[in-house]
């Protein structure tokens, strides 16, 4: 299983039957394809969507239907779409149940930057702040690493999302949940020692007393 994979599966436990959810682009995306069977959830895209499911195969792919990334989704029974007036008001009036967001870096307590690297054209800024801070559960998608250099470091460098934390960072290696205000290590991927986590993270992290292997679907 390769680390998107394994990532996406594993944030999937985290949805629950009713919930209206966001995906951010990138990894995120994915979750949608391992709902699972015996629940319902409804994904909301900020570009007007409520009933978004899995990527389509490259021959179904319908350009005006896409996610707020433009990247082709498709629609389940029931979707409707809307203005984006109205999609940001679910989102800031407190309405979506949980966000799963990519990011570049997470610091020791939480905070989120994955919006903008300075000096590096980006295509929009998306709705990224305003879902950190509306959201009722912010999960991190995001592989562990990048070209070798700590994710999840003691202090962003890179400009902060918002001043609200996240509550879970899932990662190829581990899952970290928020507690008291700091990262805390809950569960390591199969076949990922606590050490190797340690190894691979420049924030220091508290140590959950039961650290578990990774629930995965």
């Not at 959830?41 to 990334?69: C, H, K, W």
Request: aromatic fraction near 2%; include cysteine; hydrophobic fraction near 45%.
């Amino acid at each position: 299983m390769d680390a998107q994979t394994l990532i996406a599966r594993r944030i999937a436990l985290e949805l629950q039957d009713g919930m209206l959810v966001n995906l951010g682009i990138g990894i995120p995306t994915l979750v949608a394809g391992y709902v699972p069977r015996d629940i319902t959830v409804f994904f909301q895209s900020e570009n007007g969507l409520i009933g978004t499911g899995p990527i389509p195969e490259g021959a179904m792919a319908q350009p005006r239907l896409t996610d707020a990334g433009g990247r082709p989704v498709t629609a389940i029974p029931g979707a409707c779409t809307f203005d984006s007036a109205m999609s940001f008001g679910l989102i800031r009036g407190g309405h979506v149940d949980m966000t799963v967001l990519g990011g570049l870096q997470v610091d020791g307590s939480g905070l989120l930057a994955n919006w903008m690297i300075p000096g590096k054209m980006v295509p929009g800024m998306g709705g990224a702040m305003d879902l950190v801070t509306g959201a009722r559960r912010v999960v991190v998608a995001m592989q562990h690493t990048a070209k070798g250099k700590p994710k999840i470091v003691e202090r962003c460098s890179l400009p902060l999302t918002s001043a609200r934390p996240v509550d879970l960072v899932v990662t190829e290696l581990a899952v970290l949940a928020l507690r008291d205000g700091r990262l805390q290590l809950v569960e390591t991927a199969p076949g990922v020692s606590v050490e190797q986590v340690l190894a691979a993270t420049e924030a220091r992290l508290d140590i959950a007393p039961d650290v578990r292997p990774m629930a995965l679907p």
